[in-house]
């Protein structure tokens, strides 16, 4: 059985991977069970460097094979922002509330009520080897001014999908159908399967 230290300290994410990986043969651990760990310097200029400086550095300091993501938001009339600066779109330590209101507040210095944007997913993997293995997954849809739905995080309230519903309204089990993440850990399994076929343990 492979074992897998994912670089998260989000129990929720830990278990969206289990799940996704159920059919693997691995065991996934998070953070927490290495003791305390310095942070990765996550400064690439897109989500799949950052993932993979993650899972690079995670490996490095755990010696055990890691899964690191990077995830966010492009707003087309933002010219893509605020990608890779998703969770701290207005400041270092901002929470979901005051990068929502960002957001809002860019649209409307606009003139704007909504904009195209897509939500973005990248996964690396990297064994014990060097070798990388990556995903990515995205999901499109329209940010606007008016939040629905209590479900979810982040920017969830104010992303509508292609059915007029917002992500924030969806189900835990509807999402992961249509979702960024859920469709790169969708990849990253099947990826993750023929790397493991290829005897890298």
Do not use: Q
């Not at 979810?152 to 309230?157: A, L, Q, V, W």
């Not at 969806?170 to 099947?190: F, I």
């Amino acid at each position: 059985m492979k074992k897998i230290v994912v670089a998260t300290k989000n129990p929720g994410k830990v278990r969206e991977m289990m799940n996704a990986f159920r059919d693997l043969p691995v065991t996934l651990l998070p953070l927490s069970e290495f003791g305390p760990l310095p942070e990765a310097v996550e400064d690439g200029k897109t989500f799949a460097e950052n993932a993979a400086i993650k899972a690079r550095f995670y490996m490095r300091e755990t010696g055990t094979a890691c899964l690191a993501d990077d995830s966010g938001l492009s707003v087309e009339a933002l010219g893509g922002a605020p990608g890779v600066h998703s969770a701290r779109f207005a400041g270092w330590h901002a929470d979901d509330d005051a990068n929502n209101e960002k957001l809002l507040s860019e649209l409307r210095r606009l003139g704007l009520t909504e904009s195209p944007a897509a939500y973005h997913c990248a996964l690396a993997f990297c064994d014990t080897d060097g070798i990388i293995v990556t995903a990515h997954g995205s999901c499109p849809g329209v940010v606007r001014l008016t939040a629905k739905g209590s479900g979810g995080f982040g920017y969830d309230p104010y992303f509508y999908l292609e059915s007029g519903r917002s992500m924030a309204e969806l189900s835990l089990t509807e999402k992961d159908a249509v979702s960024h993440r859920g469709a790169a850990l969708r990849e990253m399994a099947e990826r993750l399967a023929s790397h493991l076929k290829g005897g890298k343990e």
